[in-house]
């Protein structure tokens, strides 16, 4: 049974830094993309970051490119976001997701795993 499990989400002031981590089970994690998504409140889900199967591309959304950071360790198979110069509109709850085949997307039809989403809330 594959399972990915966010942690990391929390309370964090404006300009502040969060580490958001994701571990997978139950996949071979190296054999797949991954990628970050978010669903801030009244909101739909959109795309914040991707990455490939080797862990070499990267991809982001216009909105978060510069202050955000994806990595993967396949050793111990988890996915990782770095977020750094918080703002308030960052607040949303963040999703990790595994592709459905090893191809990097930014399209969540593309993605077949999901995690249980962690909150990330930003104070002003």
């Known amino acids: 049974q594959v399972q990915l499990v966010e942690s990391g989400g929390g309370l964090v002031q404006a300009g502040g830094s969060r580490r958001l981590s994701c571990a997978v089970s139950?996949?071979?994690?190296?054999?797949?993309?991954m990628g970050w998504f978010r669903q801030a409140p009244g909101k739909e889900r959109e795309f914040v970051a991707a990455?490939?199967?080797?862990?070499?591309?990267?991809y982001y959304a216009d909105s978060v490119k510069g202050r955000f950071t994806i990595s993967k360790d396949n050793a111990p198979n988890t996915l990782y976001l770095q977020m750094s110069s918080l703002k308030p509109e960052d607040t949303a709850v963040y999703y990790c997701a595994s592709s459905r085949a090893p191809v990097t997307s930014t399209l969540e039809r593309n993605y077949d795993y999901w995690g249980q989403g962690t909150q990330g809330t930003v104070s002003s």
């Open positions: 139950g996949r071979t994690f190296s054999w797949y993309a």
């Open positions: 990455i490939s199967v080797n862990g070499v591309a990267t």
